[in-house]
């Protein structure tokens, strides 16, 4: 059981919204529909926000998220990634998935509908994020009630990661880092990540592990330590060897930065 994620992101540019107002909102990272190939397909989880809330970048919108199999859409309402509780599982823009079962390669619709006429002055970035499980990809299921060791790997990035301005998500891209974090002889499932050394906000992904199976973890991920992390689910069992891990940020202004990340990342490990 592990998690495979799809982002949608939309951008805000800066202007006048009425209540109705529609946007579409387009596949970012990961697959646009239900992978075929690895057996079961159950939905875990939707995630919705707005990315930043600098003076005049904050509307309110709600996501429609629909699979093609569907009759009803799930519906949530945004929250900046930059607010305490955004990834607080009671948190109105998150929603359960109940463990519906998926059909392979049924498609995902996903839009946005304005809630609250407003005029803004700074572009944002609208997003959601679907997390479906494959059974057949092992992973474990609740990493913090699982025994063995708590580990934290403090990870230094050095290369170059930028911060895209608020707004610029249609051209904004993975930054990609490989690394080979782990000890041989022990097999570790993530936790949590914590994130300094750059003021953005946006998302971590885990890919290219041995043990994902071509799945794409994705992880919401603001600076505040303050702030509520993503809860994980279905962990990966994650072992010695190369795996990316890849930076999608974002600056709180409608002007792009750069920065080196440092990340701590809290695993539970086991011997293998």
């Known amino acids: 059981m592990a998690i495979d994620s799809s982002l949608f992101m939309a951008d805000i540019p800066a202007g006048t919204y009425a209540v109705g107002d529609v946007v579409q909102l387009d596949i970012k990272a990961g697959p646009s529909i239900v992978r075929s190939g690895r057996g079961a397909a ?3 989880r939707l ?10 970048s904050v509307s309110s919108w709600k996501i429609r998220v629909k699979n093609s199999d569907w009759i009803d859409p799930m519906v949530s309402a945004t929250v900046s990634l930059l607010e305490p509780t ?27 509908v304005c809630i609250a006429a407003a005029t ?3 572009a944002n970035s609208i997003f959601a994020l679907i997390d479906v499980d494959y059974p057949a990809v092992s992973a474990i299921i609740d990493p913090d009630a699982c025994d063995g060791i708590p580990t934290t790997i403090e990870l230094g990035i050095s290369q170059t990661i930028n911060g895209y301005a608020l707004g610029g998500s249609s051209a904004a891209a993975w930054n990609i880092v490989n690394t080979d974090i782990f000890k041989a ?36 991920i603001a600076p505040t330590t303050a702030s509520i992390r993503n809860k994980i689910e279905y962990a990966t069992k994650l072992v010695k060897g190369p795996m990316d891990i890849q930076f999608l940020l974002f600056a709180n202004s409608g002007t792009a930065i750069t920065g080196n990340p440092q990340l701590l990342l809290d695993f539970v490990k086991r011997r293998v």
């Open 120 to 122: 803004t002055t700074v």
């Open 86 to 112: 955004a990834l607080d599982e009671r948190n109105g823009a998150i929603q359960r998935g109940n463990n519906c079962p998926l059909t392979p390669n049924s498609a995902w619709q996903v839009e946005a």
């Open 42 to 44: 159950n939905l875990k």
């Open 47 to 56: 995630t919705v926000g707005l990315i930043g809330n600098v003076s005049g």
């Open 185 to 220: 002889g022990f097999v570790y499932a993530l936790q949590k990540i914590e994130m300094y050394g750059i003021s953005a906000i946006g998302f971590i992904a885990l890919t290219n592990a041995a043990g994902m199976g071509g799945l794409c973890r994705i992880i919401p």
